[in-house]
């Protein structure tokens, strides 16, 4: 391993200043001519960055296995930035200015400070220095960060496998006019999203219509993916949506609440558990419910668990479907739950389900307490329902009742 310290960045700060022109170096322009800077970096060389290296917009292509180590004032500042399995040693200093991240990254800590502008729609950049290869610590400190979604359907930010998140800011989408979104998209195994921080959709300045799919957090397929101690709200769709092939994940110790359609809808997993959440205030779009489990035409939910969930001033409750064509619920189990204060729909309804384990649950108000249709196997056990029974709560069941 060679190591380079101030002539990196003397020489790299000619070679930018001799070929560019740009006169602009106060932000990022999407029309900037990214022209690449190759250097005589050898692979596997240490870097010693100690001063501001200006790329004055232009692209620095890092060979295989560098690794970067930044001292004092030194930063790297106005340009793009490909990585090339760049390893990054661990500090708490601004090293990064109006750059872009891309490429392959090994940095074992990440931290929100360690970008200067990353108020406005560098947060992204968190993740891309992360590896799902890797072992990843993400920090996000105190404070409030803008993010963009860049197109119809995508995610604002994307987490790989391996990936520890704490998060202690608010995160806080930009309006928009998509019919779907993800601001996090949670994707692979082992990963942990927790803290006290908030997450905040474009529902309140959406600045569309139709649709209903923006959502704040997304959960595809992985195994080990918690979500946990945060506060999800405004999405234009849910606050967490989860539709991963095998997927096996916890949502605990979560406020939910004024999204559009859903605080939680699964509709593809192996299991999933939601626990000691309080959801509250949904709706505005049909089903408008605090949880739906409801499989899409040919996908199997496995294994559900809901336990001490608090439900309030939502259009519904607790439901579960497998209506669509193929689709099929194995079992959910509810426990300790309470649905309360005038559900315009159900406070529990469980259509084609196999089997379902209902104990020690509360409900009040609502067109229809309760409501269980085509369940194979319902044991309900010690529960406390009440309010107007307008229609029929059993229909083509069977069902066990311990009071």
Not at 327 to 345: A, K, W
């Amino acid at each position: 391993m060679r190591l380079l310290s101030i002539l990196f960045t003397v020489v790299l700060s000619a070679i930018v200043s001799k070929c560019c022109t740009h006169a602009d170096t106060t932000q990022m322009s999407a029309s900037c001519v990214r022209d690449t800077i190759l250097l005589d970096i050898k692979p596997a060389d240490k870097v010693i960055i100690d001063t501001a290296v200006n790329l004055n917009y232009h692209q620095l292509i890092l060979p295989e296995g560098v690794s970067l180590v930044f001292k004092g004032n030194g930063r790297i500042e106005n340009g793009y930035i490909c990585g090339n399995r760049t390893y990054i040693e661990p500090t708490n200093l601004h090293v990064f200015k109006n750059v872009k991240i891309s490429g392959t990254w090994n940095v074992p800590i990440v931290r929100s400070s360690m970008f200067v502008d990353i108020e406005r729609d560098h947060l992204p950049n968190l993740f891309k220095l992360c590896s799902g290869a890797n072992s990843n610590k993400v920090f996000i400190n105190p404070g409030r960060y803008i993010v963009i979604c860049p197109s119809e359907g995508q995610s604002c930010m994307v987490v790989p496998s391996n990936t520890d998140v704490s998060i202690d800011g608010t995160i806080e989408l930009a309006a928009n006019s998509y019919d779907a979104y993800n601001i996090l998209y949670l994707n692979g195994d082992n990963i942990s999203f927790h803290g006290t921080g908030t997450i905040v959709g474009d529902r309140k300045n959406h600045e569309g219509k139709t649709g209903e799919w923006g959502h704040g957090v997304c959960i595809g397929s992985g195994k080990g993916i918690i979500v946990s101690g945060l506060n999800i709200k405004d999405c234009w769709g849910d606050c967490v949506y989860v539709r991963g092939e095998g997927t096996e994940a916890v949502i605990k110790d979560c406020k939910l609440s004024n999204s559009r359609r859903q605080g939680v809808t699964i509709t593809k997993a192996k299991k999933v558990n939601v626990a000691n959440c309080r959801i509250e205030h949904i709706g505005g779009t049909a089903p408008g419910y605090a949880i739906d489990i409801e499989s899409n035409k040919d996908d199997v939910i496995e294994t559900i668990g809901i336990d001490h969930v608090y439900v309030s001033h939502c259009n519904g409750g607790i439901k579960s479907s497998a209506l669509a064509n193929g689709s099929r619920i194995n079992t959910i189990s509810v426990t300790n739950c309470r649905v309360l204060d005038s559900c315009h729909e159900n406070a529990y309804e469980f259509i084609k389900t196999d089997r379902l384990v209902m104990s020690n649950c509360f409900a009040c108000d609502g067109n229809n307490p309760i409501l269980l249709r085509l369940v194979d196997d319902a044991k309900l056990t010690q529960n406390k329902i009440s309010g107007r029974i307008n229609n029929r709560i059993v229909e083509k069941c069977t069902v066990s009742v311990d009071r």
